[in-house]
Each structure stands twice: as C-alpha cells, then as structure tokens.
C-alpha cells in the first residue's frame, strides 16, 4: 500500500478484528470478513496488518454542481444546488447499473488508487460549494457508503457554513454507519427501492429488509426521505411489485413521502440478460395509475 497516496487511506470507523488473518469490515450490512492484503466485495476496503482501512478517501473522479431534483429530491430545498461528489466501487452489483463506470470500473480500485495523484479535501469540497453558490452537499454517482469516513468530514464542515447534507443512495449501510452521518449531519436521502425481496436478493445478494430498516430509522430520527425506484421491464414492473412498495412507503414512512419511479436505459450486463431497450414509456405511466 505504500505506492497509493497516504491521503486517500483512512482507518475505517466501523470495523473489529477476527483473528490474526481475519478483519470484518462494519461499513454495510454485507459485513464483509477481509484477509490481512485483501479488499472486500466493494474494493474499497483493504485489510493491512489487521485494520480496515478506506483506500478512496477523497479520491473523488466525479465531481459536478447538480439541481437538487436531479438526485432525485424533488421536495427538499426545491430550486438550489448541490455540490455533487463520488468516488469508485459499490458495495451491490447489479447488472443494470446506470453509472458502472465508477461503480464497476474495469481496472481493480486499488490500481486506481496507486495510480491517482490528485486529493480533494473535505475543506475543498466546501470551497468549491461556496465559490459555485451551492446550497448544500450530495455523495452521490456511487453508492455513498463507500464515502462514510469522507462524508462525516464533509458534513460537519458544510454545517458549520450552513450547507444541506444529502446522500442517494441503496440504504445497505448498517444501523451504526447510518446513525453517525445523521450525527454529522445527514439531511435527507434518496433510498433506491430496486424491487422485491425476490429480485434484490436474487440480482443484488442483498436482503431489501435492512434497506426498508434504514430508510425508517433515518425518517425516525429527522431525515428527509425519497424513495425511487427504477422500472425494469419484466423485472420489476409487476403490478403486485409496485403496489407492495407503495404500501410499504405509506406504512414504513407515511403516505407524505415522495415515490419517484424512473426509466430504465441498458446499461453495464443488462444485455447478457435480454435487455437491449429501454423500459417502455407505457410502463413507467401503468406504476404511476398503480
């Protein structure tokens, strides 16, 4: 690890030590158990002598002032800017990824890492929101999480100029990630519903319930929730599908809550799975008549 900039390494918050081989990594519920050298399933956790470290702290290849609606968060701060933020890797792998470049890139993100020079500081980010009349922040492009220790840093400083803090999300971080940011100052999420249990399970190795879990947890404790969720044609674009996500929102987080349903474009392995077009324009208005 001695040839990536010392910058981008951080010591993960959340983490314990197994055995002498073993670290298990506490950042999102997949929990990962990491041997001494190696990255977990994200790539962007490394255990080195038994610590987890974070190997993309500030290593941010994306970087863009966006509307807040473009998150989407259509009822929080309507009309302002957000300094928008990511970094690589992903903690699901789902075939229809819409930003896989990032998420997915081709080369190994510790590769990535050596090769990075440039570090962008909490502080800059800050900057940069200020100097571009931003409104607020958004870890976005990237599943977030990856971000927890950079994200904590960036709150508190956007705090402290009056600055929003928000993240989009796939809502698999654990119960104690999640508590932390909305200590530091997380004000409200776009949360990724991608389907049933069945299809998030299947298609993301992933258990729906702990995200269902977050994104109450957060509303419970302040946080401004949106929940969206992008059609499938023949995936998730099953009415029984749809009606049982609007009835959970309204049951879980109060019929208040924003419900964006948006448009599928073959993106990543979505033609290894039959999927060259885009979800038809027919389906997105049947969800929206469900």
């Known amino acids: ?37 190696k990255v977990g399933f994200c790539q962007t956790r490394i255990n080195i002598a038994g ?3 974070t190997i993309v702290y500030g290593l941010i290849p994306a970087l863009s002032f966006n509307p807040i609606e473009k998150k989407p968060l259509f009822h929080y701060h309507p009309g302002s800017t957000a300094i928008t933020v990511g970094t690589y890797g992903c903690n699901f792998n789902c075939f229809w990824c819409q930003n896989h470049h990032i998420s997915h890139p081709k080369e190994n993100i510790v590769d990535l890492a050596r090769k990075a020079k440039d570090y962008l500081s909490p502080e800059k980010v800050i900057e940069l ?7 607020g922040t958004s870890i976005s492009f990237n599943e977030p999480t990856l971000l927890f220790e950079y994200s904590l840093d960036v709150f ?14 796939n809502g698999y971080m654990t119960e104690e990630v999640l508590k932390e940011l909305v ?14 249990s069945f299809m998030v399970k299947r298609y993301c190795d992933s258990d729906i319930e702990n995200v269902w879990r977050n994104a109450k947890l957060a509303k419970n404790h302040g946080v401004h929730i949106e929940i969206t969720t992008l059609l499938i044609e023949d995936f998730n674009t099953d009415e029984k599908i749809i009606k ?9 987080l109060g019929k208040e809550t924003p419900f964006h349903i948006t448009r599928f474009f073959p993106h990543y392995k979505s ?10 324009i027919k389906s997105l208005y049947k969800a929206y008549d469900i």
Do not use: W
């Open 244 to 252: 049982s996500i609007s009835e959970r929102i309204i049951t879980d």
């Open 1 to 37: 690890m001695d040839l990536i900039n010392q910058k981008f390494l951080r010591e993960a918050r959340f983490y314990e030590k197994i055995n002498e081989k073993f670290s298990q990594c506490l950042s999102c519920e997949r929990k990962c158990k990491i041997a001494k050298g």
């Open 271 to 280: 033609h290894e799975h039959g999927l060259i077009n885009p979800t038809p």
């Open 183 to 196: 200590k530091s100052g997380l004000d409200a999420m776009n949360i990724d519903i991608k389907g049933d």
């Open 129 to 135: 929101a200020l100097k571009n009349n931003c409104q």
């Open 51 to 53: 610590v987890i470290y």
């Open 156 to 169: 508190k400083l956007a705090k402290k100029e009056g600055l929003y803090n928000t993240y989009v999300t």
